[in-house]
Nanobody
Framework: VQLQASGGGLVQAGGSLRVSCAASVRTVGTYVMAWFRQAPGKEREFVGNIGRNGYSTSYSDSVKGRFTISRDNANNGVYLQMNSLKPEDTAVYYC???????????????????WGQGTQVTVSS
């Protein structure tokens, strides 16, 4: 599975941005998809994930209520809508995929086998 993240950029605090992840397989509906982020000098951090059919999502406390993950299995896409952005949201955002994610591992980067290359999101104050 190859994942391609896109849509990052520079935005002012309080603004919105949508990043996308395109998957190379038509069976993307069999994978749990997630977004992680990594700021300079920090460990990779779980942002949220979405179940195979798109009905279940979970988010980190730091983004809950501001970020929304969605997916379009017919078009092999996963999306991260980010609203009310803050300077501390500045990071490289990565999409990830795996078939074997369970509730206890959903926020563990090591549980995901497939990763995109990342897209930079910068929020200015």
């Amino acid at each position: 599975v190859q994942l391609q993240a896109s849509g990052g950029g520079l935005v002012q605090a309080g603004g919105s941005l949508r990043v996308s992840c395109a998957a190379s397989v038509r069976t993307v509906g069999t994978y749990v998809m997630a977004w992680f982020r990594q700021a300079p000098g920090k460990e990779r951090e779980f942002v949220g994930n979405i179940g195979r059919n798109g009905y279940s999502t979970s988010y980190s406390d730091s983004v809950k209520g501001r970020f929304t993950i969605s997916r379009d299995n017919a078009n092999n896409g996963v999306y991260l809508q980010m609203n009310s952005l803050k300077p501390e949201d500045t990071a490289v955002y990565y999409c990830a995929a795996d078939r074997g994610i369970i509730l206890s591992t959903r926020d563990d980067p090591g549980a995901y086998a497939y990763w995109g290359q990342g897209t930079q999101v910068t929020v200015s104050s």
